[in-house]
């Protein structure tokens, strides 16, 4: 907590506060799901799954932004745990899907009210109102985040006159 708190004191950049609430907050929903023995990423991924039905593997990774390996390994995980299964598609037996179990389908709603807990702690602080205003802003951020080039434009380059080779 020290480390947070040295942070937010030393005028850091939004980048930087937006992380450490992230971090916060996912902490303190990682603390409300364990005792389901589920993690925020295989909570995420059976929420995907109970609006999404039987779903193949590779489209429930574009929704919830996951490789396919990631997604792989939290599938296998939860598929032990009886949580989620994979079944042959009904149309194309060649295809395999991803469903919720009788017990994942039983055990997300406690999840979810777990979860939202956390999130309704946070929106009844003294942020109130702007809650809304502040998530409004970080979609706008989040929107222009994804429109930046992922490697600098330092212009034309004379390495000759840096001394190194090209």
Avoid at 112 to 121: C, F, H, K, V
Avoid at 127 to 145: K, M, N, Q, S
């Amino acid at each position: 907590m020290k480390i947070e708190l040295v942070i937010m004191q030393n005028n850091s950049g939004l980048a930087e506060l937006i992380m450490l609430a992230g971090h916060l907050v996912m902490t303190a929903k990682e603390k409300a799901l364990a005792p389901y023995n589920v993690t925020l990423s295989e909570y995420r991924l059976m929420s995907a799954l109970e609006g999404m039905g039987g779903v193949m593997a590779t489209v429930l990774a574009r929704e919830v932004k996951l490789d396919n390996g990631t997604l792989s390994r939290l599938v296998n995980r939860l598929d032990r745990a009886g949580m989620v299964e994979r079944r042959s598609d009904e149309k194309d037996r060649r295809r395999i899907c991803l469903y919720l179990t009788d017990k994942g389908s039983t055990v997300l709603p406690v999840m979810n009210d777990a979860a939202m807990r956390i999130d309704s702690m946070i929106n009844s602080t003294e942020v109130g109102v702007e809650v809304e205003h502040i998530a409004r802003f970080l979609r706008t951020v989040a929107e222009h985040a994804s429109n930046l080039k992922t490697e600098p434009d330092y212009g034309p380059r004379n390495f000759a006159t840096l001394g190194v080779a090209p």
